[in-house]
């Protein structure tokens, strides 16, 4: 897809890579993409209790270490793919945690919480595919306590010519051959036209602190392929 996709689009793309979800996140990652959550999870400093807040939860990744993090408490996971969370709830069948865990299938874009409800939030490759960057940070703005934090991931287009062309190469030549063999090229096809549209760090920043956000910081990982933002509200 070289096009804009609506919210519908998205949604129906999700669903339809659900069954193969963390099989091609590996592939796009290396496989590192579990130590990246980890510091994701801890940038956005868990309480030992409290509510935690996994937006674009997916598979339930980011989830399951956050809740491994809270001694005691409740982590929400929150996406609007229903397949996906079904993913996340067979995940969960086979998993030993001491904080609940509930799932919302709802959009990110329009909360059902509370303002100041979550102690902290987590976003893992979700805010790259939102259809309004600056309304979803506003909206995780108003649910998060004061100066609660959240950590968000992402991939990202590198600055270094020589990274973004590694990256396009690797992409349309692994990912999507990868893609291809598991029967959903057309869905991964969009990934590289995706991070073109992607704010880089400095205007993630910009666009975090025009929606209410005191602080904003944003760590290139991984040559710039990879990002994290951390805000406080």
Known sequence: MSFSPNSQQIKTLFNQIAPVYDQMNDGLSFGIHHIW???TVKWSNPPSSGVALDLCCGTGDLTFLMAKQMIKGKVIGVDFSSQLLA????KQAHRSLSSEIEWLEEDVLNLPFDDN????????????????IPACLREIRRVLKPLGKVAILDFHKP??????????WYLDNVVVRLADFLGIEAEYAYIYPSLERFPDGKTQINL???????????????GGIMGVLVLTK
């Not at 993913?87 to 067979?90: F, R, T």
């Not at 600055?159 to 396009?168: G, H, R």
């Not at 975090?208 to 991984?222: I, K, M, R, S």
Request: glycine share 6%; proline share 2%; with cysteine.
């Open 37 to 39: 959550k980890a510091m």
């Open 87 to 90: 993913e996340a709830k067979i």
């Open 117 to 132: 409800y979550v102690d902290c939030a987590t976003m893992g490759y979700g805010l790259r595919n939102v259809v309004n």
């Open 159 to 168: 600055e270094a010519d020589w990274v973004a062309s590694s990256q396009k």
């Open 208 to 222: 975090a602190l025009d929606a209410g956000f005191q602080e904003a910081v944003h760590y290139p990982l991984f």
